[in-house]
């Protein structure tokens, strides 16, 4: 399986990036999926996932901002990030992980990884 990560970029505070992950190799729509994120000199930390079904959990750091989807038929899972602030700064990765209908957390639980793509907010 292959995650491939796109729509990063430079915005200012307060504007909108939507990322996209499309995932080749095998159809992931019973899989869970989710976005990590990893800023400068922190570690890796959950931002959002989706399970098969759709049930949705956020970081609060991003709860309310931040809007995970999926779209099964093309095999890609969206995250839509709104009121972008600096501190959302990181290279952002999604991943998929197998076996469980719950949302979870845990990176420990995401067999496959995108390569990650860059979002940097300036104040």
């Known amino acids: 399986v292959q995650l491939q990560a796109s729509g990063g970029g430079l915005v ?7 990322l996209s ?9 019973r899989c869970f999926m989710g976005w990590f994120r990893q800023a400068p000199g922190k570690e890796r930390e959950f931002v959002t996932t989706i399970t098969s079904s759709g049930t949705t959990r956020y970081a609060d750091s991003v709860e309310g901002r931040f809007t995970i989807s999926r779209d099964n ?18 290279v ?4 998929a992980g197998c076996g469980s209908y719950r949302p979870l957390r845990s990176s420990h639980f ?14």
């Open 73 to 90: 038929a093309k095999n890609t899972v969206y995250l839509q990030m709104d009121m972008l602030q600096p501190e959302d700064t990181a």
């Open 92 to 95: 952002y990765y999604c991943a």
């Open 110 to 123: 995401y067999h496959y990884w995108g390569q990650g793509t860059q979002v940097t907010v300036s104040s």
């Open 21 to 29: 992950c499309a995932a080749s190799g095998r159809t992931l729509s």
């Open 12 to 18: 200012q505070a307060g504007d909108s990036l939507r």
